[in-house]
């Protein structure tokens, strides 16, 4: 049986809901995406924007893999239209025994795109080894590196599938990486341990996946209406201020809480990643001011992700949302 056919044998039994050439997925996985860059640091300060990403992905990978685990290492390279095969120069740079490449196999497959009135064609690019065979950390490192003009970048897609443990790791960009798993059990202890550095895009959505956090938690159309009409008023206001919203920012959320609330409210907080402050300066009345930031550029979608949350939380611990300012 040859490397194809051991990818395909195990796809089909243990991801049988993701197509394995080219890589995509059919229908729900468990399934974790992570924030690696702090969004808009870059423009601050590059080298520590990028080191911030290749820190995380360190973490998670050596979270999940271990030297002695055998692994698929799967390359896509979506090519332009009517290109054929090319090389890939990633199994010269990232496999420390060489001998291995002559197990390599490549499969080329095509699929139609739907803003073209052609086919695309993809090679897939498969090889079976140990993780101690792969330079992995020169693969996360230069993983990072796609956007930056820094050399050598990888410019196709990377999965490395994990047959002890079976995970896919899929580190996209700088920007983040996904996590799947055949169950949710499987990486659980990764949600739970992990949880700050999720990406609040899709929290909500692994909260419900994991059955925990802000699951069942919803707004009302009227509420999220509301919502979303007083972030376009500040961020208006903010926008008449000259302020560059491509810059991290760190959104101030302020709730009001009823004191047998606050430790949930600000261990929920903490463990998605925001720095809270508890207001002591009234120590008489029956509910505490809490605030709460976390860095994102002030583009539209990326305060309301943020609200949104906020205003969930406030609903499962019975606090008043009031907003948020710079």
């Known amino acids: 049986m040859n490397v194809r056919e051991e990818y395909e044998n195990y796809m089909d039994t243990y991801f049988p809901n993701i197509n394995p050439f080219p890589f995509y997925v059919n229908k729900k996985s468990a399934w974790i995406r992570f924030e690696l860059g702090i969004p808009g640091e870059w423009r601050i300060s590059e080298t520590n924007y990028l080191n911030t990403a290749y820190q995380k ?44 490449k002559r197990r390599l196999q490549i499969v080329e497959s095509s699929c139609p795109d739907p ?28 993983l990072s590196y796609v956007d930056f003009m820094k050399q050598p970048p990888v ?33 659980k ?24 956090g802000l699951h069942g938690i919803e707004e009302e159309d009227a509420e999220r209406n509301e919502r979303i009409e007083k972030d376009e008023k500040l961020l208006l206001e903010l926008e008449k201020k000259d302020i560059v919203l491509e810059l991290p920012h760190k959104p101030i959320h302020m709730f009001e809480v009823v004191k047998e609330q606050v430790r949930n409210l600000l261990s929920h907080l903490n463990s998605m990643g925001y720095a809270t402050l508890e207001d ?44 948020w300012s710079i």
């Open 280 to 323: 002591h300066s009234d120590v008489n009345s029956d509910s505490k001011l809490i605030t709460c930031m976390k860095p994102c550029q002030l583009y539209q979608h990326q305060v309301s992700i943020q609200s949104r949350l906020m205003a969930l939380i406030g609903k499962k611990y019975e606090a008043k949302y009031k907003g």
């Open 155 to 187: 410019n196709q897609s990377c999965f490395i599938i994990n047959t002890n443990t079976s995970t896919i790791f899929h580190m996209y960009d700088d920007r983040g990486l996904d996590l799947l798993a055949n169950h949710n059990d499987t990486i």
């Open 189 to 212: 202890h990764i949600y739970q341990k992990y949880s700050s550095w999720i990406l609040d895009y899709d929290r909500k959505e692994i909260d419900e996946d994991f059955v925990m």
């Open 57 to 100: 992905a360190k973490t998670l990978f050596d979270e999940i893999h271990s030297p002695n685990d055998e692994i698929f290492l799967l390359i896509v390279d979506y090519t332009v239209f009517n290109k054929r095969y090319k090389k890939t120069r990633i199994f010269d740079r990232y496999i420390k025994e060489k001998s291995l």
């Open 115 to 142: 803003d073209f009135d052609e086919e695309r064609f993809t090679y897939s690019y498969i090889i079976k080894c140990k993780v101690s065979e792969l330079y992995y950390l020169k693969l996360l490192r230069d």
